[in-house]
């Protein structure tokens, strides 16, 4: 598969997708996937998120839950709705508290979650496991065209 067919796939660019309403928390996301050798792209809700993968073909994305206008689960329905964005790899961040939203959150498509306050460490670690995921369905995806 191309990068021209499929601009959404493993074959995009070490985009990173940071989608938080706290400014200072997307920076620090920013920080941490940037020295880790991502490209950080940042937006304050889901729908900002949409408005900015409709520019920039992002490999993962990384979300909290509660945001205002469009939160974390509406952003990941909108996502496996959307032919192009349906493959993306998200992370949901959440808070201690958030159990029964986090289970609406993978059932809604979620790739992994993460807890609050987030790790430099397990940031990059779910993304690193979240992008071969990604790969290894990208492949099998292939070989099931060519078989």
């Known amino acids: 598969m191309s990068h021209d067919s499929h601009p959404y796939s493993a074959e995009s660019p070490r985009l990173v997708l940071i989608v938080d309403d706290c400014r200072m928390t997307r920076r620090l996301l920013a920080m941490y996937v940037q020295q880790a050798g991502y490209e950080p792209i940042v937006a304050e809700n889901g729908l900002d998120a949409l408005e900015k993968l409709g520019r920039e073909p992002c490999s993962?994305?990384?979300?909290?839950?509660?945001?205002?206008?469009?939160?974390?689960?509406?952003?990941?329905?909108?996502?496996?709705?959307?032919?192009?964005?349906?493959?993306?790899?998200?992370?949901?961040?959440?808070?201690?508290?958030?159990?029964?939203?986090?289970?609406?959150?993978?059932?809604?498509?979620?790739?992994?979650?993460?807890?609050?306050?987030?790790?430099?460490?397990?940031?990059?670690?779910?993304?690193?496991?979240?992008?071969?995921?990604?790969?290894?369905?990208?492949?099998m995806a292939v070989q099931d065209l060519e078989s």
């Open 60 to 139: 993962i994305i990384v979300t909290d839950l509660n945001m205002p206008q469009m939160d974390g689960v509406e952003l990941i329905h909108a996502l496996r709705a959307h032919p192009l964005y349906n493959r993306i790899p998200v992370i949901l961040l959440t808070t201690q508290g958030e159990e029964e939203e986090r289970r609406n959150g993978l059932a809604a498509g979620a790739t992994a979650f993460l807890t609050k306050p987030i790790t430099q460490s397990a940031l990059i670690r779910e993304i690193e496991r979240a992008s071969r995921h990604d790969q290894e369905a990208l492949s």
